[in-house]
């Protein structure tokens, strides 16, 4: 049988949304993301990075360190509650650009690579409630790890 979720359900779920995503993308554009991201996954979270698989969070920092610079700009999330648990996991599902390298700005030759450009992106996330955070209160938001991530570029 279908779990019905309520709209209290709803609202949490959107607010847990709008806190990992504003958080995520913070911590993965920031100078110390290499140590900093890796602790959104645990060591059986699988990543998918344009095609090429990572496992766990040690998979996750060595992509990230052997990565130029980032910077975000998140164009529009949805979020959708899945039925199984409470708090439910959610499917978090992201678009906006991407930059790699340095801003062209800060460059000190007029040639501009392909690097510096923003480039469009699609991530999709399944978060699931983190069992080993302390227990939410009613209308909390809950603590989420990432259990699968898939990014994809698409422009």
């Known amino acids: 049988m279908a779990v019905a979720f309520t709209r209290e359900d709803i609202e ?3 607010r847990a949304a709008d806190h990992f995503t504003r958080l995520y993308y913070t ?3 920031s100078s110390t ?3 900093d991201l890796p602790k959104f996954y645990r060591p ?3 990543l998918t990075w344009n095609g090429n698989p990572c ?3 040690e998979g996750v920092k060595k992509l990230i360190h052997d990565m130029p610079s980032t910077r975000h700009e998140v164009q529009s ?3 959708h509650p899945m039925p199984g648990t409470q708090p439910p996991s959610l499917l978090v599902c992201v678009s906006g650009n991407v930059s790699h390298g340095k801003s062209p700005a800060t460059k000190s030759t007029s040639t501009r690579s392909v690097d510096d450009q923003p480039r469009v992106f699609f991530q999709t996330f399944v978060l699931v409630p983190d069992p080993v955070a302390p227990v939410v209160k009613a209308g909390e938001v809950a603590k989420y790890y990432i259990d699968a991530d898939a990014m994809r570029f698409v422009g």
């Open 55 to 57: 496992q766990g969070s």
């Open 12 to 14: 949490i779920s959107t």
């Open 44 to 46: 059986t979270s699988t």
């Open 27 to 29: 911590t993965y554009d």
């Open 77 to 79: 999330y949805d979020c």
């Open 33 to 35: 993301r290499a140590e």
